[in-house]
């Protein structure tokens, strides 16, 4: 028996999960203070969005929609975003899926690793 899952597990971790991108690639966003806008370019359609966080050992989403299409100025948003924070986000632009991560310090600094 153990023979037997070593084998279905040994199978599984050489085919994969499948052809296509392991991962959605990232793509920045505009944050200025509570102010969040996914693209200023009014051809942009966004069609999903998530931003979340978690701030205190909880989990907490700022904002989320989705089956929704926004051009400019609509692709922008007026958030009760919090300082000393990291925020995800997660969005669909033009049919492509995009992720982004941001900090924004005390002094409503905004940074990101990407």
Known sequence: ????????????TLVGCGKGDRAV???SIIVDKGHVCF??????????YNISSMQGGEYKEFATNEHV?????????????????TYGVSYTLNGSN?????????????????
């Open 98 to 114: 995009y992720r982004y991560v941001f900090f924004i310090d005390n002094d409503w600094n905004v940074s990101s690793n990407q």
């Open 39 to 48: 693209s200023v370019d009014k051809t942009d359609v966004l069609s999903r």
């Open 69 to 85: 299409s926004f051009s400019w100025p609509d692709s922008c948003l007026n958030l009760m975003l919090r300082p000393g924070y």
């Open 25 to 27: 690639p990232w793509r």
């Open 1 to 12: 028996m153990k023979r037997y899952l070593s084998l279905i597990l040994l199978s599984v």
